[in-house]
């Protein structure tokens, strides 16, 4: 998955160019992403439980691929999504729950939440 860069960088451009949106309003989107992950890690801080890894452990800048389930059986990644936050991103061979991220932003994207709000 993916959220909304907050700087103003190449990564912020493609990030417009992708929501079809302005560089200033992807930052404040990330901005609003940022917010929301950190509630929720709040809220979440003595839950976690497992970090599953797919095939692959890392990606090419040395960031840690993984999926964080809580004890209730919710996972933070599906729950960005969820709630509009992030969006479906895979970086080959790490696949496994793409199908499940592509139809949560699809709900997302329907529902006119988090990113995806006019």
């Known amino acids: ?16 160019a992708r929501l079809e949106t302005s560089v200033e309003d992807v930052r404040e989107k990330g901005k609003q992403a940022s917010a929301f992950v950190k509630n929720l890690i709040t809220k979440y801080k003595d839950q976690a439980e497992n970090l599953e890894l797919d095939k692959k452990e890392r990606d090419k800048y040395g960031r840690l ?22 969006t479906t991103m895979v970086i080959p061979p790490n696949s496994k729950y793409y199908d499940r991220f592509q139809e949560l932003e699809k709900q997302a994207k329907e529902k006119k939440i988090g990113i995806w709000k006019d």
């Open 1 to 16: 998955m993916d959220t909304p860069e907050v700087f103003n960088d190449k990564k912020a451009r493609r990030d417009a």
């Open 65 to 86: 691929l993984g999926y964080l389930w809580f004890k209730d059986g919710k996972m933070l990644n599906e729950e960005i999504i969820k709630a509009g936050y992030g």
